[in-house]
């Protein structure tokens, strides 16, 4: 029911001319790409340092809220950039990214890194007073900022994955890819 | 006087010396002769361990790809706090050689990591990326990038910036940033080429 919703707004989606012009444009379509893939060093880049900053490698001596005031503003600019563009190469080829295993597989670790990083901000809000020029952050505080660069790490992997058609529909898989990819028994496109 | 001057910057010069040197051998006719001798090499890197992991094992080669990128989000992300910090945009409240010593230790080490993937990379396709311009530019943007940040900007601000010219300093930043960001574009426009 959910993968027969999902694939025809992917089908929905990829009958617009915008869709096909994007993805048919070589050179838009890799500016696209290139674009979400720098998008990494201001998003990703900045994020590990202040991960780093609560395991006490980078800056221990930078009180961690100067580290997370200073550096918010560039990597949420960085994030921008990586979601409009993410969105935009989804758009550019809807139904392949949408019953992919390792886009599905990315989606979810997303949520998790969300939640994680709304979980590790509500904690730091929370006991920073005590530990702020401390070199190391509290095991809470620790444990989610490895459980963040656990995500991220997950998520970067993911993404490179979806290049790869090992368990597209258009190829015969087990019933476990098949239902976890939401392949549609006679669907046409792929 | 003039050798005096000249000795000041002896460091600077040999590295754009150096560079001039790589450009004008890139934009004439040797660069065929190049080419064809290091044929052999990269013929030989395609049959070596990471060549044949590389090619036999898509996963195993995305992964390092993964890796690769990871390397290179740390590594910018060294480059953005340590220039940024030197144009003043960055963690303004915060003593430089703080924020460039301990941003330079992480870039060194993620710069190894992206190096040792991307040789493993490199082994998988060599005999398709020798063919490609956009190849050798990356390397060319990276050898610049590498003498730039160890032979001038490290050197320059190693004992702080205070008696330093601030252009100079904003100039030294501008440059890393440009230099590391081409290095990154070429680097993924290569997927794009062959």
């Known amino acids: 029911m959910l993968n027969q919703l999902i694939y025809d707004f992917a089908l929905w989606l990829d009958a617009s001319r915008w869709s096909t012009l994007l993805h048919e444009s070589y050179y838009m379509y890799n500016w696209v790409e290139t674009a979400h893939v720098l998008s990494l060093v201001p998003s990703l880049g900045i994020l590990f340092f202040i991960d780093l900053r609560m395991l006490g490698v980078a800056f221990p001596e930078v009180p961690a809220t100067t580290i997370a005031r200073h550096l918010r503003l560039p990597m949420f600019i960085g994030f921008g950039l990586m979601i409009i563009t993410g969105l935009l190469l989804f758009y550019a080829i809807p139904v392949r990214s949408s019953q992919s295993v390792w886009f599905r597989l990315k989606f979810l670790l997303l949520i998790g890194a969300g939640i994680n990083a709304l979980v590790f901000h509500y904690r730091m809000q929370q006991s920073v007073g005590s530990w702020n020029t401390a070199p190391v952050a509290p095991a809470n505080i620790r444990a989610g900022a490895l459980l963040s660069l656990l995500f991220w790490s997950l998520i970067v992997i993911c993404g490179r994955l979806i290049a790869y058609d090992w368990y597209d529909c258009v190829r015969q898989q087990s019933g476990l890819i098949n239902l976890f990819a939401g392949c549609i028994d006679g669907q046409s496109q792929f | 006087m003039l050798f005096s001057f000249l000795n000041s910057y002896r460091r600077s010069i040999a590295t754009t010396a150096l560079l001039a040197l790589a450009l004008a051998f890139a934009f004439s006719s040797l660069r065929i002769n190049a080419w064809e001798a290091v044929l052999p090499l990269f013929e030989w890197m395609e049959t070596s361990w990471f060549g044949v992991i590389g090619k036999t094992w898509g996963g195993a080669f995305a992964v390092v790809q993964a890796i690769h990128l990871l390397a290179m989000a740390l590594s910018g992300g060294a480059i953005l706090i340590s220039n940024g910090r030197l144009l003043g945009l960055l963690l303004r409240d915060q003593p430089v050689q703080t924020i460039l010593i301990k941003s330079h230790r992480l870039f060194v080490i993620s710069l190894i990591i992206a190096i040792i993937s991307g040789v493993f990379m490199a082994c998988g396709v060599a005999t398709k990326i020798i063919y490609l311009p956009v190849y050798w530019i990356k390397m060319l943007a990276l050898t610049a ?49 062959g």
């Open chain 2, 145 to 193: 990038g590498v003498l730039f940040t160890f032979t001038i900007k490290q050197p320059l601000l190693a004992d702080g910036v205070e008696n330093l010219n601030p252009w100079v300093v904003r100039a030294a930043a501008v440059a890393s940033l440009t230099v590391w960001f081409t290095v990154a574009a070429t680097g993924r426009w290569i997927g794009y080429s």
